[in-house]
């Protein structure tokens, strides 16, 4: 059997289907012509991450697809409902990628509260005529202990960021629709363990008491952080979009931080991936990168190795 892994698998994925008799192939295969491959070529399994989609046209001219992966949390690329009534096994690794998303997080929370995005732009230009002035300007930084993370959207991306930050003395708050709370496990190096149980709070009062704002939800219709919102927060409020792009009016967003409501944004996803706009793309008081909160080695052969087991488990007899 043949597996299109059309945004990439991990070699420790590519491994592990090998030795099941399974044929990998990894050549990135145009989304015009997605259809036409996977009919071609008999393939029974198609891989994607967030570049693919697979939508319900590709579903239906490919009647021979058995499964559709998808290498990490959200699945907004993939028709799943439709495809599932169309009997193929929909699959994604929801765990996989958590503690990768919340550590960068936190990069840019530490990045974002000592200035660093914004002093490595300006110290290659003016750090040997400028360095004092640099000096005094980043001189205003703020520590993170003793803060208040508010959390929207705790399922276990937003649990891993609360380990962190409960790791770093902050107190943690959180809002979720469907979850009440979560008891938070922090495992330590030598098998000492500690439980915080955190209870989910309103939406509204997670923006009026936070200090910072990590947001961790699928994608929206609307907006989850938009004018209205920033209203109700403190004045300078840093926030972490790491989810998707979309849920913060990005719009808005560039009036904070141009008004002084916000003291820094940091993006991992925009409105107009991958185009972002340039407002926010130059705009100093944005800590950016491109949609990497999954993309380190270790979440990738957890992906990996994730898929492979699951699609073994499905069509291996």
């Known amino acids: 059997m043949k597996i299109l892994a059309n945004d990439g698998i991990s070699q420790s994925g590519i491994d592990v289907l090998k030795k099941s008799g399974f044929e990998v192939i990894t050549t990135k295969v145009a989304q015009e012509q997605l259809a036409n491959f996977i009919n071609t070529e008999h393939i029974d399994v198609v891989l994607v991450r967030s570049a693919t989609t697979v939508r319900k046209?590709?579903?239906?001219?490919c009647p021979n697809l058995k499964i559709i992966g998808r290498g990490g949390v959200g699945m907004d690329?993939?028709?799943v409902d439709y495809a599932r009534s169309k009997g193929l096994h929909v699959i994604n690794t929801p765990a996989a990628s958590?503690?990768?998303?919340?550590?960068?997080?936190?990069?840019h929370l530490f990045g974002g509260v000592r200035y660093l995005h914004d002093a490595n732009r300006n110290m290659p230009l003016d750090g040997d005529s400028q360095?004092?002035?640099?000096?005094?300007?980043?001189?205003?930084?703020?520590?993170l202990r003793g803060k208040t993370l508010g959390i929207i959207g705790f399922g276990r991306i937003g649990q891993a960021t609360a380990k962190i930050a409960l790791g770093v003395g902050m107190k943690v708050i959180a809002f979720d629709p469907f979850i009440e709370s979560a008891i938070i496990n922090l495992d330590f190096?030598?098998?000492?363990?500690?439980?915080?149980?955190?209870?989910?709070?309103?939406?509204?009062?997670?923006?009026?008491?936070?200090?910072?704002?990590?947001?961790?939800?699928?994608?929206?219709?609307?907006?989850?952080?938009?004018?209205?919102?920033?209203?109700l927060m403190k004045d300078d409020v840093g926030i972490v979009n790491a989810a998707r792009g979309g849920v913060i009016d990005e719009v808005a967003l560039i009036d904070a931080l141009e008004n002084n409501k916000l003291s820094f944004a940091a993006l991992d996803t925009f409105e107009n991936e991958p185009t972002p706009a340039i407002k926010v793309l130059m705009n100093q008081k944005v800590s950016l990168t491109?949609?990497?909160?999954?993309?380190?080695?270790?979440?990738?052969n957890r992906i990996g190795t994730e898929l492979a087991s699951q699609i073994i488990e499905l069509l291996v007899k």
């Not at 958590?98 to 990069?107: D, G, K, R």
């Not at 360095?131 to 520590?143: D, I, Q, R, W």
């Not at 491109?290 to 990738?300: F, L, M, N, S, W």
């Open 189 to 231: 190096f030598d098998g000492q363990t500690l439980d915080f149980k955190i209870d989910t709070i309103s939406k509204e009062d997670v923006l009026k008491c936070s200090d910072f704002i990590t947001l961790h939800v699928p994608a929206q219709k609307d907006y989850v952080i938009g004018k209205t919102e920033f209203d």
């Open 131 to 143: 360095f004092k002035n640099l000096k005094k300007a980043y001189a205003s930084g703020k520590e």
């Open 290 to 300: 491109p949609h990497i909160g999954a993309a380190t080695k270790e979440a990738q």
């Open 77 to 79: 690329n993939i028709d």
């Open 57 to 61: 046209d590709v579903i239906d001219s």
């Open 98 to 107: 958590s503690s990768s998303v919340a550590e960068l997080v936190f990069a």
